[in-house]
C-alpha cells in the first residue's frame, strides 16, 4: 500500500473535477485526480454530452444532405446506420481524450485510476485494478463523481432490446421502432436522433409537454416539428412494465396503451454516484436521488469536502460543471476565481436545436412584470434562406419600460451559438443591458445574428 500527501485530491474526471483540479494547480495547489475509468473525460465524454452531441451532429448532416434539391443532382437519398454514425462519436471521443489527458500531463496533476472510498475526512481509500491499494491524504477534497441513469429494478436492463442513455450506445444496428419512456431532454434528443436515422419514433412523456421548463412557445415548437417528422409524442403517461421477447418488445402504460417496438429506451431520471464512496466515513448523506447538499461555495456540510456537478443535483449540466469545479479550486486557494454558478443557459440538441436564458412568459406574466416580446423568424433571414435552414424563430423578453433583455428564446439551427450574443448584452450592468444595442449596432450580413436586428425592431414597435 502506497500512501500519497496532496492539498487536493479531486474523485471524478469529468468536466466538474477537470476545472477543479486545473484551476486548483494554476493557483499553486499539489493536486491529484482519482477516476476509475481508465481514460479521463467522465461520464460527458464517454456516455454523456459528447457522444450523444456527435452522433446529433452526424444524423443532422445526413438530413440536411436528404432535403436539399441541390444534391439529389449527384445521388439519390443517403441513410448511415446507428453504429456507422457512432463511429463518428468515438472519434471525437478519443480526440478529447487525448486533449484532455495532455491537459492533466502539462499542469502536473497527478492521475490515479480506481475507485475512491473515504477513509476520513483527510484520507481517501483508492482501489487499484491489480487489486492494490492506495490512500491519497489531502487537506480538501472535491466530490465529482457525477451520475448514471436512474435504473427502476423492475426493468430488465439486461435485455438486449431494452436500453437507457449509456447502453444505447452499444446499439449495433437500426431499430425500425423504438419507444422512449420520458420526454426530458435526453429523451428529446434521441427521439430527434433516432427520427433522424429513420426510425419510427414513440416518445412517451410522463409530463404534460415536452420540456415543460421552456418558454410554452418553444415546447410548442419542438412538439409540432418532432410530430411534423413522424414522431407520435404521447403525454401524460405513467409506465407500467415492458417485456422483453426475442424481436420485439411490448411497452405497457398505466393506461391501458401497449407499444410494440424493437427496442425500448428509458430516459427517465438520473443518480448521483455516491453509493459507493463510503460517506458514512466523513458524516455525508446524500438525497433519495444520489445527490449532496452543498452551500454557496460548493461545500457539504464538512468543511474540507466539497462537491460539484451532477452530483449535486440541478442544473446538471457540463457546462456548469465546469464553472462549479473552477469556483471550489477558487474556494479552497482563495485566487480570486470563485463564482456561484447561475443563469446558466439551456443549450438543447434536439433536431431542430433549443436555446434559452433567462425569464420564460409564463414566468414574468405571474410576477406581473410589463415585458413585451420581440421576435424574429428564421425564415425571414436571408442567412436562414442560404443554408436552407428556415425552421426556427428568435424571441426576445423585454421589459417595456426599460428595455432590459429578460428572457431570451430560440428554436431553430444553431440556436446554442446564436443565444450568447443576447447573453452577453443581457449581462451588462449599468443600464447596459438594452434591446437598443441591437438597433445601436450594426450586424454582419447575412448572419444568423441578424435575428437579433430583425427581433428588437419587432419588439420595439410594439410600444407606444
Ligand atoms: C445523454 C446525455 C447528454 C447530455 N448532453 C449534455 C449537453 O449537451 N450539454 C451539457 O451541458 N450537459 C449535457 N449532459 C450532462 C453532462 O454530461 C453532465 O452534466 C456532466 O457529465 C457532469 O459532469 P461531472 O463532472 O459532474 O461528472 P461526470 O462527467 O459524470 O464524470 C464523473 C466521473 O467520476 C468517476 N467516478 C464516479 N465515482 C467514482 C469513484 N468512487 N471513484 C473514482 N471515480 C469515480 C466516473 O468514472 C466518471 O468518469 C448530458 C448527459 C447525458 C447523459
Ligand atoms: N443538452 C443538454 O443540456 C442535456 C442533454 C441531455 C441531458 N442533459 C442533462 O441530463 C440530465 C437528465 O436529463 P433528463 O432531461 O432526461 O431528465 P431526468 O432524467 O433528470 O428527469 C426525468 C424525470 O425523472 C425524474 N427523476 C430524476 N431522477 C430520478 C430518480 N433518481 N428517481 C426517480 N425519478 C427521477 C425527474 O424528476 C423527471 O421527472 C438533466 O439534468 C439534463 O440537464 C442535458
Known amino acids: 500500500m502506497a500512501e500519497y500527501q496532496y492539498d487536493l485530491v479531486v474523485i471524478g474526471a469529468g468536466p466538474a473535477g477537470e476545472s477543479a483540479a486545473m484551476n486548483g494547480t494554476k493557483a499553486g495547489l499539489r493536486v491529484a485526480v482519482v477516476d476509475e475509468r481508465s481514460t479521463v473525460g467522465g461520464n460527458c465524454t464517454h456516455q454523456g454530452t459528447i457522444p450523444s452531441k456527435a452522433l446529433r451532429h452526424a444524423v443532422h448532416q445526413v438530413m440536411q444532405f436528404n432535403r436539399n434539391p441541390m444534391f439529389r443532382h449527384m445521388s439519390g437519398q443517403k441513410w448511415l446506420s446507428f453504429p456507422q454514425v457512432l463511429e463518428t462519436a468515438d472519434r471525437v471521443i478519443n480526440k478529447q481524450v487525448a486533449m484532455r489527458a495532455r491537459f492533466y500531463a502539462r499542469n502536473r496533476v497527478d492521475l490515479f485510476h480506481g475507485h475512491a472510498t473515504f477513509k476520513d475526512n483527510n484520507s481517501l481509500q483508492l482501489q487499484l485494478d491489480d487489486n492494490k491499494v492506495d490512500v491519497l491524504k489531502a487537506k480538501d477534497f472535491v466530490i465529482a463523481t457525477g451520475s448514471r441513469p436512474y435504473q427502476p429494478p423492475e426493468i430488465d436492463f439486461d435485455h438486449p432490446r431494452i436500453f437507457d442513455s449509456d447502453s444505447i450506445l452499444t446499439l449495433t444496428t437500426t431499430p425500425r421502432n423504438i419507444a422512449i419512456f420520458g420526454a426530458g431532454v435526453i429523451g428529446c434528443e434521441y427521439a430527434s436522433i433516432f427520427n433522424g436515422l429513420g426510425s419510427k419514433v414513440d416518445l412517451i412523456n410522463p409530463g404534460e409537454r415536452l420540456l415543460a421548463f421552456m418558454d410554452d412557445e418553444i415546447s410548442d415548437a419542438l412538439s409540432y416539428h418532432l410530430r411534423g ?157 442560404i443554408t436552407g435552414e428556415e425552421a426556427g424563430v428568435l424571441k426576445l423578453l423585454f421589459h417595456r419600460d426599460t428595455t432590459e433583455l429578460l428572457g431570451i428564446h430560440c428554436f431553430g439551427d444553431q440556436a446554442a451559438e446564436i443565444l450568447h450574443i443576447g447573453q452577453a448584452i443581457m449581462s451588462q450592468p449599468n443600464g447596459g443591458n438594452s434591446i437598443r444595442y441591437f438597433l445601436e449596432h450594426t450586424f454582419n450580413y447575412p448572419t444568423m445574428a441578424e435575428a437579433y436586428r430583425v427581433a428588437a425592431l419587432n419588439g420595439i414597435n410594439r410600444l407606444f
Not at 299 to 313: L, M, P, S, W, Y
Request: net charge negative.
Open 229 to 385: 417528422h413522424g414522431v407520435l409524442i404521447r403525454h401524460n403517461e405513467s409506465f407500467k412494465s415492458v417485456e422483453g421477447f426475442d424481436d420485439h418488445v411490448v411497452l405497457t402504460l398505466e393506461s391501458g396503451k401497449r407499444v410494440k417496438c424493437e427496442a425500448f429506451m428509458w430516459a427517465n431520471g438520473r443518480t448521483g454516484n455516491t453509493d459507493s464512496l463510503n460517506l458514512e466515513a466523513v458524516d455525508l448523506e446524500p438525497n433519495s436521488r444520489g445527490q449532496l447538499a452543498v452551500d454557496d461555495h460548493y461545500r457539504t456540510k464538512q468543511a474540507n469536502i466539497f462537491a460539484a456537478g451532477d452530483v449535486i443535483g440541478w442544473p446538471s449540466l457540463a457546462s456548469a460543471a465546469y464553472d462549479q469545479g473552477r469556483s471550489i479550486s477558487g474556494v479552497i486557494s482563495n485566487n480570486g476565481t470563485y463564482r456561484h454558478v447561475n443563469d446558466i443557459p439551456t443549450g438543447i440538441y434536439t433536431i431542430p436545436e433549443i436555446s434559452s436564458i433567462g425569464k420564460t412568459e409564463r414566468e414574468l406574466t405571474v410576477a406581473k412584470v410589463p415585458y413585451e416580446v420581440g421576435k424574429a423568424y428564421f425564415k425571414d433571414t436571408a442567412r436562414a434562406q
